[in-house]
């Protein structure tokens, strides 16, 4: 996406990426521990865009997760092992710390249930910039993002 906005900065891109982190400012976070090989792409994914947006989905910048944090607070089967990194729509995003899996929760707060998404490259590489960006959302005919990943031919 930055190589396109490079070579054509009149092209509309319906997303947005950050500067990336660098594992010293990730370390003084000191949210996650970044030992942890299962997190890995999600990590060097920081490294090269700490925020981001793609059409409906955002992903928070870890500067600011524990603002995001109250999706999964009152839930605390899930505060010790999960962490909201961004949404879709209305819906948090999560990444759970012990498989490395991000997961959608719908219907949230009341009769929310959780879709799973794969690990995180997967998601990055089949929802966010994949053909399955389409089946979260149900509008793809007016949907920029559709738009865009049609445009440049990631999708069909």
Same mark, same amino acid.
């Given at each position: 996406?930055?190589?396109?906005?490079?070579?054509? /900065?009149?092209?509309?891109?319906?997303?947005?990426?950050?500067?990336?982190?660098?594992?010293?400012?990730?370390?003084?976070?000191?949210?996650?521990?970044?030992?942890?090989?299962?997190?890995?792409?999600? !990590?060097? +994914?920081?490294?090269?865009?700490?925020?981001? !947006?793609?059409?409906?989905?955002?992903?928070?910048?870890? &500067? =600011? %997760?524990? %603002?995001?944090? @109250? @999706?999964?607070?009152?839930?605390?089967?899930?505060?010790?092992?999960?962490?909201?990194?961004?949404?879709?729509?209305?819906?948090?995003?999560?990444?759970?710390? $012990?498989?490395?899996?991000?997961?959608?929760?719908?219907?949230? /707060?009341? *009769? +929310? @249930?959780? &879709?799973?998404?794969?690990?995180?490259?997967?998601? $990055?590489?089949?929802?966010?910039?994949?053909? &399955?960006?389409?089946?979260?959302?149900?509008?793809?005919? =007016? *949907?920029?993002?559709?738009? +865009?990943?049609?445009?440049?031919?990631?999708?069909?």
């Amino acid at each position: 996406m930055r190589k396109l906005q490079l070579e054509d /900065p009149e092209m509309i891109v319906y997303g947005h990426l950050e500067r990336g982190l660098t594992l010293d400012e990730m370390r003084q976070l000191d949210i996650i521990d970044l030992t942890m090989p299962v997190l890995k792409p999600y !990590f060097e +994914f920081l490294q090269e865009s700490a925020e981001s !947006f793609f059409g409906n989905i955002v992903l928070f910048n870890p &500067k =600011e %997760f524990l %603002f995001f944090q @109250y @999706y999964i607070q009152d839930l605390t089967e899930l505060a010790e092992s999960w962490i909201c990194i961004g949404k879709f729509i209305d819906s948090p995003l999560l990444l759970n710390l $012990i498989t490395g899996k991000v997961y959608i929760f719908l219907g949230y /707060p009341s *009769d +929310f @249930y959780y &879709k799973e998404l794969g690990g995180f490259e997967e998601f $990055i590489l089949k929802y966010v910039f994949g053909e &399955k960006y389409s089946v979260l959302i149900p509008w793809t005919e =007016e *949907d920029d993002w559709c738009y +865009f990943l049609k445009n440049i031919l990631l999708v069909q």
